[in-house]
């Protein structure tokens, strides 16, 4: 409940710091809001499509939050969510019966993300490697690795700016509008791992060692096999991202600037710290990005000019992260400095 009221205040004052902002624009604030809630949720089209847009960021919110339970900062999602996009859409070149080629590629490209989380494991438990360093190079590595494949070896041979399009029978069944069954993917992934983590030992393995590795250890609690756990649930999480984005939404596909994938891993840091790192209140935090993406669209239409959507979209944001932020941070600090006195 403390968290929950918590979000609601740093919500309301997020709204009036950009309300204000708007009216220093000379705009109405308040219809602005109207503009932007009537354009995520002003009908069951719009609903769905603010839904749709929160689904692959529920995904990578919850790497960084496994990240942050097991007192890791994972930053690594962007990377892994783009392996993921690239390996789900390489099935398509598979001749494979429809239902089974859609398994395969949630299954390849989950493999892959967790694959790619191996080198942070290892160097983070070998070396000493913090794992804030080793994501970032990850990250630039998969980024590169991607561009070149969908640029050189996956694009599409009629329509240049794009890969192939994956076939019918490997995309998700519409539900309404945008949304599709990757709906499925994203509530049992949160709520897998919200089970993991609050109702399974090894779960409480991976808490233990985020509130306390000393203690974790002294208890018997296996460190490094709560730390790569972490890592590697979140690997796969964020690949399955990736793979949602290209299986779920159009143009089933991976534009050559990559541009449909967007910075989602990143953004999903952002929505962990809204819903407090907990799988549950990611759902709620990646809802509210959808409603600012889809809601934006509708502000624009009204003369609202798009930086000043975008500034009024960053306040309200980082007044609802900034308390986990600050939170995890204070822990960081306070290990480091335990480390250094021992």
């Known amino acids: 409940m403390r968290a929950i009221l918590e979000s609601l205040l740093t919500l309301a004052l997020g709204i009036l710091v950009g309300a204000a902002i708007i009216s ?40 960084f939050a496994m990240g942050a339970r097991a007192g890791l900062f994972n930053i690594g999602a962007q990377g892994q969510m783009l392996l993921g996009a690239v390996v789900a859409l390489s099935v398509g070149l598979l001749s494979l019966p429809a239902g089974l080629q859609l398994v395969a590629a949630l299954g390849l490209a989950g493999l892959a993300g967790a694959l790619w989380a191996v080198p942070v494991a290892l160097l983070k438990l070998l070396r000493g490697v913090s794992e804030v360093i080793s994501t970032i190079m990850l990250n630039w590595v998969a980024h590169w690795l991607a561009l070149y494949l969908v640029v050189q070896k996956l694009s599409d041979r009629v329509v240049g700016n794009r890969t192939f399009a994956v076939p019918l029978g490997m995309r998700f069944p519409s539900v309404y509008g945008e949304l599709t069954w990757s709906l499925a993917v994203s509530l ?12 399974h030992g090894l779960g409480y393995e991976v808490r233990a060692v985020g509130l306390n590795p000393k203690a974790a250890r002294a208890a018997g609690i296996r460190v490094g096999r709560a730390l790569s756990l972490a890592l590697l649930l979140g690997g796969v999480s964020a690949a399955w991202a990736g793979a949602i984005q290209v299986l779920g939404r159009f143009p089933y596909a991976i534009t050559s600037d990559l541009a449909n994938l967007g910075t989602l891993g ?12 907990h799988p549950l209140g990611i759902l709620g935090g990646a809802f509210f990005f959808g409603v600012l993406a889809t809601g934006a669209a509708r502000m624009g239409l009204k003369g609202i000019p ?21 939170r995890l941070l204070r822990g960081r600090t306070t290990k480091a400095k335990e480390g250094v006195a021992t």
């Open 188 to 199: 049992a992934t949160a709520l897998l791992l919200f089970w993991f983590l609050w109702h």
């Open 266 to 277: 990143f953004d999903g840091i952002a929505v962990a710290l809204i819903g407090r790192n």
């Open 306 to 326: 798009l930086e000043l959507i975008q500034i009024v979209q960053g306040v309200i944001v980082v007044a609802m992260a900034a308390p986990e932020a600050f």
């Open 24 to 63: 220093l624009w000379g705009r109405n604030p308040w219809e602005s809001y109207a503009a932007l809630l009537q354009g995520a949720l002003g009908n069951a089209r719009a609903l769905a499509s603010t839904v749709s847009r929160s689904l692959p960021l529920v995904l990578t919110a919850l790497t």
